[in-house]
Every structure is written in structure tokens, then in C-alpha cells.
């Protein structure tokens, strides 16, 4: 069995592509097989070499790294994209590892943290930087902070008088299937699971008084 990690680097900086390619063939265990300026060229190149491993920068003139990621996974590419990049706010982290991104990691990670992860995402394993963890982590427990429709808050205000879902369906003229939508947009903009928590979230913003 061969245990070497194949790999496609994807940047726009010619100096970083060297540095990678360096660092990779001088290590045991991985082949780099080509490079990338941009996703366009990841896309033409990673059908062409089939790696194992892409790492993909995100902000690339000439095509960027989450519409080649969304691409990738559309196609259903056997490569695993690990995202190396400087940029770990919400707009480039989320969008990223939503389009089938395996990982992501910060191009300040020291060596073998690097290595490492290209071996776990080879293997189909997240591999996230503790940066990056953690902002993903605060972005799903956040509530989204929405404002509810004014049906939401008929639904919410009937849950909260204890009305079953079928009692609500006939009190406002709409389906049972559609009080359940009602329930499941509320929760999320509560960031709640269950109908107890969404009456208790309610009363502390004073959405109920």
C-alpha cells in the first residue's frame, strides 16, 4: 500500500507555491504533483493529476478558492481541500468549509501542524486551526439575532399559552406543516432547539411581554 499524500497547491504567489513545493518534497511521505495560480487552474489541474490533497488558498485574482472548493465537491472530486490561507474572518471561514472544504488552516502554522493536517484530510478528517475552531464553533452557538415575522410571533405567542401545533394550524387558518416551518425559523432565529426554550428566549429579549 502506498502511503505517500499527492498533492496540488493552488496560490496566487508564485513565492509561497515554491515554498510549499520545498517543504513537501523535502519531507518523507508526499509528492507534490503540480501547482495552481487560481481555481480556475485548480479545477483544470486537479481533474488532470487527481491528488489526494489540494491545498487551496481563498483570494485569488483570476478565480477564487471557494468557488473551485463548491466546484470540486459539485463534480464529486476524490481530492481533499485543505484551505491554507491568511484570512480567518467569518466571510472567508464559513462559505469555505460550507462549500466541502475538509479543513482549514492559517499559512502562520508551523511545519509539521501542516503536515499533519494534509495527512488527516487525506484521510477525510477535519482538520480545522484552533483560530478557526473556535470561530466556527461561536458562529453556529450565536444566535442569528433576526427579527421574527409578525406570523412568527402569532406562532410564538400561541406556543407560549401552551397550544398544540394542530390547534395553532386552526386558529390562524394554516397548515400543521406550515406551523411547523413557522417553529423551525423561529428556533433558528433564537438560536433554540425546542418549543420551552424558544418561550423562555422570547420573554428575556422581550419579544413576549
Not at 485574482?61 to 480567518?88: N, S
Not at 433576526?146 to 406570523?151: F, M, N
Request: hydrophobic share 45%; aromatic share 4%; net charge negative.
Amino acid at each position: 500500500m502506498n502511503d505517500e499524500v499527492s498533492l496540488l497547491i493552488v496560490d496566487d504567489h508564485p513565492v509561497v507555491r515554491d515554498g510549499l513545493r520545498g517543504m513537501f518534497d523535502n519531507a518523507p511521505g508526499f509528492t507534490v504533483l503540480g501547482e495552481a495560480a487560481n481555481g480556475v487552474e485548480a479545477l483544470e489541474r486537479a481533474a488532470a493529476l487527481d491528488p489526494d490533497v489540494i491545498l487551496m488558498d481563498l483570494r485569488m485574482p483570476g478565480g477564487g478558492g471557494v468557488d473551485a472548493i463548491r466546484e470540486l465537491t459539485r463534480r464529486g472530486a476524490r481530492a481533499k481541500v485543505l484551505v491554507l490561507t491568511t484570512y480567518d474572518t467569518d466571510s472567508d471561514t464559513l462559505p469555505a468549509i460550507e462549500a466541502g472544504a475538509t479543513g482549514y488552516l492559517l499559512k502562520d502554522a508551523p511545519r509539521d501542524e501542516l503536515f499533519t493536517a494534509v495527512r488527516a484530510a487525506a484521510q477525510g478528517r477535519t482538520v480545522l486551526s484552533p483560530a478557526v475552531a473556535s470561530r466556527l464553533v461561536s458562529a453556529v452557538r450565536t444566535p442569528r439575532n433576526e427579527p421574527l415575522s409578525a406570523r412568527e410571533r402569532e406562532v410564538l405567542a400561541l406556543v407560549a399559552k401552551g397550544t398544540s401545533n394542530r390547534e395553532i394550524a386552526r386558529e390562524l387558518f394554516i397548515s400543521e406543516a406550515t406551523v411547523k416551518t413557522h417553529l423551525t425559523h423561529l428556533y433558528a432565529k433564537l438560536g433554540v432547539n425546542d418549543r420551552a426554550a424558544a418561550v423562555a428566549t422570547a420573554y428575556q429579549r422581550g419579544i413576549l411581554g
